[in-house]
Every structure is written in C-alpha cells, then in structure tokens.
C-alpha cells in the first residue's frame, strides 16, 4: 500500500529509476487490508449535552450522514451549497440571518467531511443557552429553503468564485501538492481531479439544491452536541 509522490524538477525517467533503485525489491505478501471506513446507514436524530463549567456559551454542533461519498457527482454540487451557507462571511446565508439579522452568534460554520464510502455535513455555532433552540431553528429553515428555490445567479457565483480559489491554494506549495495527489490516490479518485473540479464547476449555471441534492440535507435528522454551562 506505498504511493511515492516525487515533486520536482526532475524528469519520470530519472524518479522512477531512483525509486526503483531504493525500494525496487519492496513485494506485497499477505491480502491487502482494507483502511477506508465501510459504509454507514443514514443516521437518525439524536442530542447530548456535555456540561463544561467553564464556557459562558453553549457550543453547538449539529452533524448528519448524507448519502453522497467524495467521488459522488453531486460532492462538487455540495461543495457551492456549503459555500452559500456560510463561506463567503456576511454575504452567506447562516450569517446573515444568524449573526448580522438575529444577533444569535459570533461565529456560524458549516462544514463538509467527505471519505471514500461516508460524508459528514454539519454545521457549529456558539450562543447564550436560551438561543439554541432558535438558531437551530434558523439554520433548519436555512436548509429546507435551499431544497425548494433556486441558488440566486449572484450566490452561484460567488460560491463559484471560492472553491475555484480554494482550489488554487490547495497548489500553492510542493507540499500541498503532494498531499493532494497522496490523498486522490487514497480515494481512488483522478489524480488531475482539480483540473475536472475547474470544468465542473463552471459549467454550473443554475443550481437548485432540493433536485440536485437528493440524497442531501435531512434538516430534522440532526445529530445534536451541546457542550457549555448548562
């Protein structure tokens, strides 16, 4: 199970004859373990409260499986949805009703963890107690509204123009660059990913997140962890 990523001036010929000369006589013996976590059902809605004495604010964290792996089509679909929820600041939608509207939160992130057979979407905030049930109640609402209307043609833009940069930091150093390349082979996933993802994503002109996403938000199936004063 070695993947040897060489970046560098250096032609093929040349890495690949001082790879085989260093672990030329590696061999595999025995089966090939599995490493990547199976597959999981969708999960159902639970809550826990984990009491720290020493926050003023409930930190929330509200998380659900989604039945979409990191090499589904609709992972990058996801990706803008997530983006128009909270990645561009004041001009997403969590923190614009969250924070800016209903001063409930400092700070509102939702989140997407993608492997080879699972993906975790959720979103965190931090509020005083007696608001967690309302902002929950805004960031359901939130998700439910992106099932049934179109992304506006200036949030699909926006989101657009973040993940094209975030892609383009991702190879912004011989190491982050290797790390991608080590991770797509992990994943089974095109070694040139990113420059698909770049096509992808700009041939996306109009998103309507409950048909495109249909294996996506279960906004009342949450998994709930409060961890504060309570």
Known sequence: MTTIVVI????PTRAKTVVEKYFGSWKATGLKPETALPPIPLNKPAAATIPDESRVQDQVTLAETLGVTRSH????KLQIAN?????AFY???????LREKAGLVYTVESFIKAKKNRLLFGVFFACDPPNVSRARAMVERNLREMQT???????LQLAKTLLVKQIQLSEASTDRIAEGLLSRSMEDLPLDEPSALLGIT???????????LSNGFRPKDFVQVIVGPN
């Open 149 to 155: 209307s179109p992304l506006t043609p200036e949030e």
């Open 83 to 87: 983006h128009v929820l909270s990645g």
């Open 202 to 212: 700009w041939k996306l002109h109009r998103i309507r997140s409950g048909r495109l």
């Open 8 to 11: 560098g001036q250096v032609t």
């Open 73 to 76: 089509p609709d992972y990058y």
């Open 91 to 97: 001009a997403s939608r969590l923190y614009h009703d």
